[in-house]
Nanobody
Framework: VQLQASGGGLVQAGGSLRLSCVGS?????????MGWFRQAPGKDREFVAA????????YYADTVKGRFTISRDNAKSTVYLHMDSLRPEDTAVYYC???????????????????WGQGTQVTVSS
């Protein structure tokens, strides 16, 4: 299983970006949970958003709710994170993650996911 994240960049506060994560090797089976996490310098990796077991439900961190949207395109084996109204505090390396055996109580924990992409940098200037 491999994940390849892309779409990061430099954007001004209030702007938008769309991150993409392409999966291969069976990542996009219908029961797979896909997640996005981020890690700022000196901080722990934190949960951003997830699609639970395909499209059974979407979950967001309170800090991004209403601004970010997670979606997937199974035909393209791709999960997206559309980010609007970006803030300087959203600056981080963003990682996509996947697991096909995740339990709901582990949805927001990095340790719950077996497969990870390489990360893409998002920088929001004030």
């Amino acid at each position: 299983v491999q994940l390849q994240a892309s779409g990061g960049g430099l954007v001004q506060a209030g702007g938008s970006l769309r991150l993409s994560c392409v999966g291969s090797g069976g990542t996009f089976r219908s029961g797979t949970t896909m997640g996005w996490f981020r890690q700022a310098p000196g901080k722990d990796r934190e949960f951003v958003a997830a699609l639970w077991r395909g499209s059974s439900g979407t979950y967001y961190a309170d800090t991004v709710k209403g601004r970010f949207t997670i979606s997937r395109d199974n035909a393209k084996s791709t999960v997206y994170l559309h980010m609007d109204s970006l803030r300087p505090e959203d600056t981080a390396v963003y990682y996509c993650a996947a697991d096909n055996g995740l339990i709901l109580s582990s949805l927001r924990q990095p340790s719950g996911y077996r497969y990870w992409g390489q990360g893409t940098q998002v920088t929001v200037s004030s």
